[in-house]
Antibody, heavy 121, light 109 residues
């Protein structure tokens, strides 16, 4: 069974840092691009960052560029998100999701259960 | 960046058909994917590449895409279909390539 399990969320003060992890199992992790997607309380889905299978290509949403760093360890089947200079507006559930592709498009499947990050003083 | 617009809510009686639209400029030229999210749960893919269903998704879920509107259709709606639904496209020309719709809350009356 393909499974993604996030961890590392919690309460942090504005300006603080947090590192999220996503443990993957049930598929060849090193063959897939991976992503972080977040959802603020009561709001919609927002793509945060993507990383290619070999870490050669990395993309960020403008809202987190320069503050967040995505990385992966294929030997450990793990995805990470280092979040620095956190702001109240970063408060959200953060989901890890695998990229699925055809020649012309990409989508997310499956998703992890999410981990809650709360930025508050 | 590319914008996808969905109606905030759709209400439907059990056994009837729910249609959820996703509007975008010439969206028919892109592939659209749909996710179902029940309260307190992670999103689940229900339709990909306009009209394909992942394994385990009932045939009651179908998709179409043409012109400026993509549509997710849920036939013979059940109480368990009550959820938020999001469309998504990949905009290869953008540095913000993954775009989600605003989301639609489906209420089963």
């Amino acid at each position: 069974e393909v499974q993604l399990v996030e961890s590392g969320g919690g309460l942090v003060k504005p300006g603080g840092s947090l590192r999220l992890s996503c443990a993957a199992s049930g598929f060849t992790f090193s063959s897939y691009s991976m992503n972080w997607v977040r959802q603020a309380p009561g709001k919609g889905l927002e793509w945060v960052s993507s990383i290619s299978s070999s870490s050669s290509y990395i993309y960020y949403a403008d809202s987190v560029k320069g503050r967040f760093t995505i990385s992966r360890d294929n030997a450990k089947n793990s995805l990470y998100l280092q979040m620095n200079s956190l702001r109240a507006e970063d408060t959200a559930v953060y989901y890890c999701a695998r990229t699925m592709t055809t020649v012309t498009t990409l989508w997310f499947d499956p998703w992890g259960q999410g981990t809650l990050v709360t930025v508050s003083s | 960046s590319y914008v996808l617009t969905q109606p905030p809510s759709v209400s439907v009686a059990p056994g009837q058909t729910a249609r959820i639209t996703c509007g975008g400029n010439n969206i028919g030229s892109k592939s659209v994917h749909w996710y179902q999210q029940k309260p307190g749960q992670a999103p689940v893919l229900v339709v990909y590449d306009d009209s394909d269903r992942p394994s385990g998704i009932p045939e009651r879920f179908s998709g179409s895409n043409s012109g400026n509107t993509a549509t997710l259709t849920i036939s013979r709606v059940e109480a368990g279909d009550e959820a938020d639904y999001y469309c998504q496209v990949w905009d290869s020309s953008s540095d913000h390539p993954y775009v989600f719709g605003t989301g639609t809350k489906v209420t089963v009356l």
